[in-house]
């Protein structure tokens, strides 16, 4: 098993970015394909990017080419770097981690293991 724990997350203007940790305890990254989700108030968690044990990622729509993920070397922290963030970004955001399989997804069924969420907020 492993634990996740969420920090970075904040308050920022339109434009502006941040950049969220998912640190692992308990177990390494190293077996796990990793993904980050977000849920809005009143939303369906959703998911914005995600990275397999072999280092490819995916994205969605709604985030490539202003979300990118990576990971730290060792295998015990991935981060979500979020740049050119729109007030629509707003939401608590998760990471998640998987076993079941190789490749990674943007559906929160695949996920078994999840963080607390840190929450973001974009003004306009």
């Known amino acids: 098993q492993v634990q996740l724990v969420e920090s970075g997350g904040g308050s920022v203007q339109a434009g502006g970015s941040l950049r969220l940790s998912c640190e692992a305890s308990?177990?390494?990254?190293?077996?796990?394909?990793v993904g980050w989700f977000r849920q809005a108030p009143g939303k369906e968690r959703e998911g914005v990017a995600c990275m397999d044990r072999y280092g490819l990622f995916k994205y969605a729509s709604s985030s490539k080419g202003r979300f990118t993920v990576s990971e730290n070397g060792a295998d015990t922290i991935v981060y979500l770097q979020m740049d050119s963030l729109k007030p629509e970004d707003t939401a608590m955001y998760y990471c998640a981690a998987g076993d079941d399989g190789d490749w990674c997804s943007l559906f929160r069924t695949d996920y078994a293991y999840w963080g607390q969420g840190t929450q973001v907020t974009v003004s306009s």
């Open positions: 308990g177990n390494t990254f190293r077996r796990y394909y």
